[in-house]
């Protein structure tokens, strides 16, 4: 499907984050993920941080591919950005 860098900021306990997770592994995506809610001290602190440079709100689950970024599990718009 696509070559480009995808990484997943997600909660352990999101469904929304669980539903973008399968979607990528159904369309055989690698994807780096990190669920920001299983880190601690200062390592969280500094996820979250990354996480506000790309989504200042902060929610997940927060997706970049390449230089996109989607907020929420937008099936379409993950598809057209793996795609493009």
Known sequence: ???????????????????????????GVTYDCVEVDTLQGEERQAMIEEVKRFNPNCTFPTILIGDKVIVGFRKDEIEEALNS
């Open 1 to 27: 499907m696509s070559n480009k860098s995808v990484k997943l900021y997600a909660l352990s306990t999101c469904i929304h984050c669980r539903h973008t997770k399968d979607f990528l592994n159904e369309c």
